[in-house]
């Protein structure tokens, strides 16, 4: 009897223990039972029937990261490159996922491989280095709608490095290099030809400041001149009226005195040691008496 109750006990130990199932976080465990599937499971405590249910799948609910290996692609134009990508899913309905396709990741592999050399294939060498986000926005809605009857969402596609062609490097190198110094030359061009425009501008203003400066100088010469004719014209004036007033006697006057002005001039001169004059001494003598008839007129006429 005791030993009876023992295999009893056992028996009801081990099938609390092929009942009694934990779904991790994460995961949703399908159930099947005689076969079928049933339910999924969430995560948590599981119940299933010992010897009639069993767990089919353990499916990561996860979003998950698969890398698609390096595939040789043919260009439209006919150029060999080197293709990585990588793919970005979760699965959103576990029994699609676990029965509607036999291998998961294998067929979301082969299936953006395809889709990959597709799209990649009907562009040119150039478009597929210069327009990523487009291969990648193609590849998300072409492989998102084909996994879609699979229970799962593709959250994004991304291609990681093209690699074309050693010859093609080289050109495209030496071709960036051209270009390059094409806009270097083109930016020192510029630089001079702005350099030559900015000097020709201040030649210009140079100039024309300098013709403004010759007209105003211009102009006070001529004022000057008309100043000092002006003033010229008072004094012939003034001596013409002495003149007519006092007959040859005053013109004496005046003739003597730039004279003896002249005569003083000369003297005076640094570098004159010696002065030699072809004058005759009487018209000089004549000059004196004529200023001194000249005063003496003056005084008498101030006596009378």
Known sequence: MPVFVIMLLAAVVVFILLAVRVVRQGYVYT????????????????????FVDRIGHKVNMMEQVLDIPGQEIITR?????????????????????????????????????????????????DETLSKRDEINAKL??????????????????????????????NAMARQMKAE???RANILEAEGFRQAEIL?????????ILSAEGRKEAAFRDAEAR????????????VVSDAIATSGTQALNYFVAQKYTEAVTAFANSPNAKTILFPVEATQLIGSIGGIGELVRDALGEKGK
């Open 180 to 182: 390059r110094e094409k």
């Open 140 to 169: 998300l809605t072409v492989i998102d709608h084909a996994t879609a009857p699979w229970g799962v969402k593709i959250t994004r596609i991304e291609i990681k490095d093209i690699r074309p062609p050693a010859d093609i490097s």
């Open 199 to 207: 000097k020709a501008e201040g030649e210009k203003q140079s100039a």
């Open 77 to 125: 134009d006919n150029a060999m490159v080197g293709v990585d990508a990588i793919v970005f899913f979760q699965v959103l309905d576990a029994g699609k996922a676990a029965y509607e396709v036999s291998n998961l990741y294998v067929a979301i592999m082969q299936l953006t491989t395809t889709n990959l050399r597709t799209v990649m294939g009907s562009m040119d060498l």
């Open 31 to 50: 159930v099947e039972r005689l076969g079928r599937f049933v339910k999924a499971a969430q995560p948590g405590l599981l119940i299933v029937i010992p």
């Open 226 to 237: 008309e100043r000092s004719a002006e003033a010229e014209a008072r004094a012939t004036k």
